[in-house]
T-cell receptor, first 114, second 117 residues
Framework: KQEVTQIPAALSVPEGENLVLNCSFT??????LQWFRQDPGKGLTSLLL?????REQTSGRLNASLDKSSGRSTLYIAASQPGDSATYLC?????????????FGQGTTLQVKP | GAVVSQHPSWVICKSGTSVKIECRSL??????MFWYRQFPKQSLMLMAT?????????EQGVEKDKFLINHASLTLSTLTVTSAHPEDSSFYIC?????????????FGNGTRLTVT
């Protein structure tokens, strides 16, 4: 059974700092991995999608890496800003295909202090 | 802009009543949509897969008679919480992919906060 874990559960950093969020999964036979952002009381915003054949994806100050063999993904945020404060979730599809049914980690709640 | 729209964004209802939540795909057709539930301080858990023109597929432990799903058109799926109880209070979120079935990211609605008193 696939399990997704995110560490740390919460993180507080001063503005401008670079930071790394971690995501691990128990079954390496994933089709892709997706990172989301969730603001309090809101839905999810898709940040990055990494296919199983890819090692990393970049969007602006965000860089997500994927190491299937070790069951890990990281989300790197450069030059953090107060507006980055939110909960970040990683998710993988249920099973080995792209089913659209996602298994989520518990999330990392990030606070960036001005 | 938003590609998946949910309505209402929040609802308060009395115990025993039913509540309908709508999920619409904007400017694209979605033959499949997904309904998730999120309890406070917890992550999202998949409840069911909504299939246009056919019955929904429910995850283990989700009561299909309590959470009625109707996907009557290619742009609309509805989730009805029947005879709601306080333990049904949660954040319900739907998702869909653009275009439906392709290898693209899943997009989520803004969610519906249900409070049952």
């Amino acid at each position: 059974k696939q399990e997704v874990t995110q560490i740390p559960a919460a993180l507080s950093v001063p503005e401008g700092e670079n930071l790394v969020l971690n995501c691990s999964f128990t079954d390496s036979a994933i089709y892709n991995l997706q990172w989301f952002r969730q603001d309090p009381g809101k839905g999810l915003t898709s940040l990055l999608l990494i296919q199983s054949s890819q090692r990393e994806q970049t969007s602006g100050r965000l860089n997500a890496s994927l190491d299937k063999s070790s069951g890990r993904s990281t989300l790197y945020i450069a030059a953090s800003q107060p507006g980055d404060s939110a909960t970040y979730l990683c998710a993988v599809p249920h099973g080995s295909g792209n089913t659209g049914k996602l298994i989520f980690g518990q999330g990392t709640t990030l606070q960036v202090k001005p | 802009g938003a590609v998946v729209s949910q309505h209402p964004s929040w609802v308060i209802c009395k115990s025993g009543t039913s509540v309908k939540i709508e999920c619409r795909s904007l400017d694209f057709q979605a033959t499949t949509m997904f309904w998730y539930r999120q309890f406070p301080k917890q992550s999202l858990m998949l409840m069911a897969t909504s299939n246009e023109g056919s019955k929904a597929t429910y995850e283990q432990g989700v009561e299909k008679d309590k959470f009625l799903i109707n996907h009557a058109s290619l742009t609309l799926s509805t989730l009805t919480v029947t005879s709601a109880h306080p333990e049904d209070s949660s954040f319900y979120i739907c998702s869909a992919r653009i275009p439906s079935g392709s290898n693209s990211p899943l997009h989520f609605g803004n969610g519906t906060r249900l409070t049952v008193t």
